[in-house]
């Protein structure tokens, strides 16, 4: 037996709806050739109604490829994915692409930052250059050697992303004041926790990372961890955590005030403009880093095996400090923006 569907009529006033210039049914019936609608109203104005009727969309009826179809094309098998899904793998593909395409950069800067350190134990010479890195990487392992340390790079972008992500909404939640709303401080705030979390999560595999690009003898991953194991311990993997965290919030307040305060100095038809809010993240993201890099030249020299700074407060930031003053921005501080 057919089901039958009912119908649900709600009444309501519309608020601020005011009464027709007519001022009887006659000159309207005149004018229109229509009757006017009864109404329970004593006075001569139009009466007024509106039906609004919504049908619940059926999502069980939705649009499903056959198997057939998607044998036959199997790129639609991407459709079937869900949208978070989807912007999450396509940010960390593209996060992989610009770790690829800057990894030589990224290695030379790995060996200018601890070169000093380096250098005091092998007695190697002091002075290291941009140009002489390069030329040192290419004479001891060729073009490969460029991308050393490429692939747990790359490893680590999925779970940091996924930590991140994850615990950027639960601070959120936790920070929202009574009528749901965040406020901008509540932002900054969720967004530095979320960034720690992820930092702390997938901190072993930083080490991994500059143990792999600066020192020579190991050539897999499993190779350094099995050989930190043995012969440091597992509190190795977390030598400089501590100035990780630190750079972590004053990084993330110096990029959003210069990005508001650079933003703001625009002109206003300026200011909505694409171009215009990249460039802005561009300058607010150099100057902020510019302004962190320290800790991260700290950070470097803390997670080299047999280094002497044990803590932020060691001889680690005095000792750069005393280093770059006299060789200006070429120092150990700021080898390489």
């Not at 009864?38 to 069980?60: H, Q, R, Y």
């Not at 490429?150 to 994850?166: D, E, G, W």
């Not at 600066?214 to 930190?228: H, Q, R």
């Amino acid at each position: 037996m057919r089901r039958e569907e009912e119908g649900v009529i709600v009444w309501r006033k519309i608020p601020g709806l005011e009464n027709s210039s007519f001022s009887n049914k006659k000159s309207f019936i005149a004018i229109t050739g229509q009757k006017q609608w009864k109404g329970g109203g004593g006075g001569g104005g139009l009466n007024f109604a509106c039906v609004s009727v919504v049908k619940k969309k059926d999502n069980s009826k939705k649009f499903q490829p056959t198997l057939r179809q998607l044998l036959k094309h199997p790129l639609a098998l991407l459709a079937l994915v869900p949208k978070d899904a989807a912007i999450f793998a396509t940010g960390v593909l593209a996060a992989a692409a610009a770790k690829t395409f800057t990894a030589p950069l990224d290695r030379i800067k790995l060996l200018m930052q601890t070169h000093g350190l380096r250098a005091a134990q092998e007695g190697a010479k002091k002075a290291f250059g941009f140009t002489e890195a390069i030329a040192l990487i290419g004479k001891e392992e060729g073009l490969k050697g460029y991308w050393k340390g490429n692939l747990p790079q790359i490893i680590r972008i999925i779970p940091y992303s996924a930590v991140h992500l994850f615990a950027y909404e639960a601070y959120k939640k936790l920070l929202r004041d009574a009528d749901g709303e965040l406020s901008v401080v509540g932002r900054l705030v969720a967004g530095a926790c979320a960034g720690m979390t992820s930092t702390l999560a997938t901190y072993p595999l930083d080490v991994l990372i500059l143990r792999l690009a600066v020192e020579p003898g190991y050539k897999t991953m499993s190779e350094v961890a099995l050989g930190m194991l043995r012969d440091e311990g597992i509190a190795s993997f977390y030598n400089g955590i501590c100035p990780s965290l630190l750079g972590i919030a004053p990084y993330i307040a110096a990029n959003f005030c210069i990005f508001h305060l650079v933003k703001m100095a625009l002109p206003e038809k300026y200011q909505k403009r694409t171009k215009s809010s990249l460039a802005t993240a561009l300058v607010s993201a150099t100057l902020a880093t510019l302004m962190c890099y320290p800790l991260d030249t700290v950070r470097r020299q803390m997670q080299i095996r047999g280094t002497p700074y044990q803590t932020v407060f060691d001889d680690a930031i005095p000792g750069m400090w005393h280093v770059m003053v006299p060789t200006d921005c070429t120092g150990v501080l700021f080898p390489m923006h």
